[in-house]
């Protein structure tokens, strides 16, 4: 993975859940160091050979981002990016 440009922001995973509202999906949540803002990939689990790899962190289109308005919220996300930049290096699987 690169590293982010001037159009892209790096974002670390902050939260992963399963979605109520359907099936088998996977809402992964990536979040800037400050928690102010974040990004939101969905996954559909097709099959168990549906291989692909959730990475600590992801350069995402700055354009892409949501900002994060609950300040209770914001200081979660931030810890845990912070958190999961201080142990991982982006590209690793988690």
């Known amino acids: 993975m690169s590293s982010a440009t001037a159009d892209t922001v790096r974002v670390w995973l902050v939260e992963r859940t399963y979605s109520d509202d359907e099936q088998n999906l996977i809402i992964l949540t990536y979040a800037t160091p400050d928690g102010e803002r974040y990004?939101?990939?969905?996954?559909?689990?097709?099959?168990?050979?549906?291989?692909?790899?959730?990475?600590?962190?992801?350069?995402?289109?700055?354009?892409?981002?949501g900002n994060v308005d609950d300040a209770e919220t914001r200081e979660q996300y931030a810890t845990e990016a912070q958190r999961m930049a201080d142990v991982h290096d982006p590209d690793d699987v988690i």
């Open 39 to 65: 990004f939101r990939k969905e996954r559909a689990l097709t099959s168990f050979t549906d291989v692909r790899d959730t990475t600590a962190a992801v350069d995402a289109d700055s354009g892409n981002l």
